[in-house]
């Protein structure tokens, strides 16, 4: 069964340095997304990313994340100015269509730790 | 805004034994209700969803689920857990014609004694 993989599983990075999580999508995939889940706490909405350009955004993703697709495959999450508050476990996922009869499919996650 | 409630923060549950894992749900309309199950280290795996039709769906490792409307519930039931069932249960809505996110709630952690 197609996947959505994520690398790398886990990152540690400085506070104040940018850090890019990568996402590959499922192939005939046309959405995609982007959640965090902080340890403990629940899965929370980042992003969702349609034909190029941003669908919709929760009041979590402001002006230091970004989001990109520079390929064909590729699906990537931008944090310009890590803060300590963004570590936290980052799930990519996938639907062949918005949320409704097509589900999200979601990739193993990419832990990021801010030290 | 959609929300989701998932009463129970820790289940233990004896193996072999029958398993019911609470959701409650707040939204408008009918949403689109989904189960997803996260073993440690490992991401969502989607179990079961309910879009319409059938207020009983059937999902993988044999899971179901029953969408109930007057009580705003959605509630995952199995019938004999196995010790693999051991993990984090998250309940989530989407909303129909409306925001691309799933909302999902707190999750529940099964644990399965010997």
New interface residues.
Partial sequence: EPEVTQTPSHQVTQMGQEVILRCVPISNHLYFYWYRQILGQKVEFLVSFYNNEISEKSEIFDDQFSVERPDGSNFTLKIRSTKLEDSAMYFCASSLHRTGDRPQHFGDGTRLSIL | AQSVTQPDIHITVSEGASLELRCNYSYGATP?L?W?VQSP??????LL?Y?SGDTLVQGIKGFEAEFKRSQSSFNLRKPSVHWSDAAEY?C?V???GG?????????THLIIQP
């Fill in positions: 689109y989904f997803y280290g490992q991401g969502l795996q989607l969803k879009f998250f989530a989407g909303a129909r925001a691309d996110g799933l909302t999902f709630g707190k999750g």
